[in-house]
């Protein structure tokens, strides 16, 4: 059936760094759009970046750019998210989400993995 | 950035009531706009689609309606399973904007 699954939370100090995946399985994974939502604890929903099918064309929110990369290997049906520079505001769980361009939106989600930044 | 206010924030109600929710955004979004819902604990699920499209699989009970900048999603009759965490989300334009969450809570 159609999955994702996300992998590499955990917890990391401020300033430090984490490399999240995100294994997808079931469908054509090179034929869709991917995006990262964060949510904080007892907070709503964050968007915080998208990647094209290619891989070529990447958007991100403001509070994130210049210390997170998203990036894909359709080869091995992987979306990743690479943070740096962490702050204690980047704790939340993380989603990744499969993009229907056609519905413009996301239409399936993974079970989500938890980031905590503390010392 | 488009503003997405969801309003109530919070709704106590009953098996079988009907219930309805309303997301503004600070600009026309068209109907570029999502309903999703999320349990404790849980992902979120896609609902509704551009506006008012029932994704398949979704009980009909849920509608979506609205263009421009207002929108609304109305549960016809309030089941047990419904009560949950709903959340409109704009995909007019980056970064895809979520509204604060409304809770659907059980009277």
């Known amino acids: 059936q159609v999955q994702l699954v996300e992998s590499g939370g955990g917890l990391v100090k401020p300033g430090g760094s984490l490399r999240l995946s995100c294994a997808a399985s079931?469908?054509?994974?090179?034929?869709?759009?991917m995006s990262w939502i964060r949510q904080a604890p007892g907070k709503g929903l964050d968007w915080i970046s998208d990647i094209s099918s290619g891989g070529t064309t990447k958007n991100y929110i403001d509070s994130v750019k210049g210390r997170f990369t998203i990036s894909r290997d359709n080869a091995k049906k992987s979306l990743y998210l690479q943070m740096n520079s962490l702050r204690a505001e980047d704790t939340a769980v993380y989603y990744c989400?499969?993009?229907?361009?056609?519905?413009?939106?996301?239409?399936?989600w993974g079970q989500g993995t938890t980031v905590t930044v503390s010392s | 950035d488009i503003q997405m206010t969801q309003s109530p924030s919070s709704l106590s109600a009953s098996v079988g009531d009907r219930v309805t929710i309303t997301c503004r955004a600070s600009q026309s979004i068209s109907r570029s706009l999502n309903w999703y819902q999320q349990k404790p604990g849980k992902a979120p699920i896609l609902l509704i689609y551009?506006?008012?499209s029932l994704r398949s699989g979704v009980p009909s009970r849920f509608s979506g309606s609205g263009s421009g900048t207002d929108f609304t999603l109305t549960i016809s009759s309030l089941q047990p399973e419904d009560f949950a965490t709903y959340y409109c989300q704009q995909s007019y334009s980056t970064p895809r904007t979520f509204g604060q969450g409304t809770k659907l809570e059980i009277k």
């Open positions: 551009a506006a008012s």
């Open positions: 989400a499969r993009d229907r361009r056609d519905w413009n939106s996301m239409d399936v």
């Open positions: 079931g469908f054509t994974f090179n034929d869709y759009y």
